[in-house]
């Protein structure tokens, strides 16, 4: 009788093939998922927590990090502030990974889509906290003034806290790995970028929702 070549299956094979009607016991999907658990993580490791969609997502998460007892949103608006005065007196520097660009160059590509491409205009809009609507003199409702990876780095620098963005994926039915988002029950936690320096003892994780129309920050709580 020839059975599937999966261990501890008892069907029968599928015509020629080496395996069974389960599609999880073709030996190419075994390859997939197993290559799928070494380069992520498990979702017991962390635990999700919520932030507000309010602009200062990113912000309030890394206030969550902090847990210094002081009011959150007092918090992330210092965390804000602090770090855009990081990013104005480093603008000269280089931003790793780039290919040269500087800090300041680098504000148009990541703040550029709300008109927010220079050292001044990062001024004069950073200057007021993400979640808060800002109407200037003219009438005019200031840009959104959201969290990014060049946010990120400046509090890895100044904080000296090493930083981890997790992505969420899964394995779909067709055996191809995807992005998802938390309603999943299958996902788990995918490095997709971090800032590290040997020297910094501490680590900052957060979780970068990107599969809905505005991409949202959350904190996570290492288990």
Wanted: aromatic share 14%; net charge negative.
């Amino acid at each position: 009788m020839n059975l599937c070549s999966f261990q501890g299956c008892c069907n029968i094979k599928k015509g020629e093939l080496d395996y069974c009607h389960l599609r999880s016991h073709n030996d190419v999907n075994n390859k997939i998922i197993k290559e799928f658990e070494e380069t992520t993580v498990p979702k017991n490791k962390f635990e999700i927590i919520p932030v507000p969609r309010d602009g200062a997502c990113m912000f309030v998460s890394l206030a969550k990090y902090f847990n210094s007892g002081e009011e959150e949103e007092i918090c992330a608006r210092r965390i804000q502030m602090d770090l855009m005065e990081w990013v104005i007196e480093n603008g000269n520097k280089e931003f790793p990974n780039s290919g040269g660009i500087l800090i300041k160059d680098f504000i148009e590509l990541v703040h550029g889509e709300e008109d927010i491409t220079n050292l001044d205009e990062y001024k004069y809009y950073y200057s007021e906290y993400a979640g808060d609507e800002v109407i200037d003199e003219d009438g005019e409702v200031f840009p959104e003034r959201w969290g990014s990876i060049l946010e990120l780095f400046a509090f890895h620098k100044l904080f000296t806290i090493n930083v981890n963005i997790f992505l969420l994926k899964k394995i779909d039915r067709k055996f191809n790995v995807v992005l998802c988002s938390k309603r999943s029950r299958e996902y788990r936690f995918y490095l997709s970028e971090k800032f590290y320096d040997i020297r910094f003892e501490n680590e900052c994780n957060l979780y970068f929702n990107t599969i809905y129309k505005n991409p949202h920050w959350e904190f996570l709580n290492k288990k």
